[in-house]
């Protein structure tokens, strides 16, 4: 393994990775590397950490024994909020990432209105 990804977290969740990669390999489908190092930058105390190989062309070979493409997914998402009201949050995200006001046609609104009946109903409204 020439590539590999150093996870940094550190809390129990962490194990779910391992495992699964470990379960996948253990069922005979194709899984990344795992495994489980002391991790030390700057003279700092050992960390245990997750490394996971790096899914590029080397691992491709090894695993597809053929030739083809590898197509990844590029991280360019904006976390930044639109606003800090939950009212403005609320109307500035929407499923499919679309930015999109309070009459979209996308569902919402009708599901709110559904929602709201239904606590009138219940008397919470």
């Given at each position: 393994?020439?590539e590999?990804?150093?996870r940094s977290?550190s809390s129990?969740t962490?194990?779910?990775?391992?495992v699964?990669?470990d379960l996948?390999?253990?069922?005979?489908?194709?899984?990344?590397?795992?495994?489980?190092?002391?991790?030390?930058?700057n003279?700092?105390?050992?960390?245990?950490?997750?490394?996971?190989?790096?899914p590029g062309?080397?691992?491709?070979?090894?695993?597809?024994?053929a030739?083809?493409?590898?197509y990844?997914a590029?991280a360019t998402?904006?976390y930044t909020l639109?606003?800090?009201r939950?009212r403005?949050?609320?109307?500035?995200?929407?499923p499919?990432g679309r930015?999109?006001?309070?009459d979209?046609?996308?569902?919402?609104?009708?599901?709110?209105?559904?929602?709201?009946?239904r606590r009138?109903?219940r008397?919470s409204?």
């Amino acid at each position: 393994m020439s590539e590999f990804v150093v996870r940094s977290n550190s809390s129990a969740t962490a194990l779910n990775e391992a495992v699964a990669l470990d379960l996948l390999a253990a069922s005979g489908l194709s899984a990344q590397r795992a495994a489980y190092i002391a991790l030390s930058v700057n003279d700092s105390a050992p960390a245990l950490r997750l490394i996971v190989e790096n899914p590029g062309d080397e691992w491709v070979d090894r695993v597809f024994n053929a030739d083809g493409k590898l197509y990844k997914a590029e991280a360019t998402g904006d976390y930044t909020l639109p606003g800090n009201r939950p009212r403005g949050i609320r109307r500035g995200v929407r499923p499919g990432g679309r930015r999109q006001g309070p009459d979209s046609a996308d569902g919402v609104p009708a599901v709110r209105q559904r929602l709201q009946r239904r606590r009138l109903r219940r008397g919470s409204g």
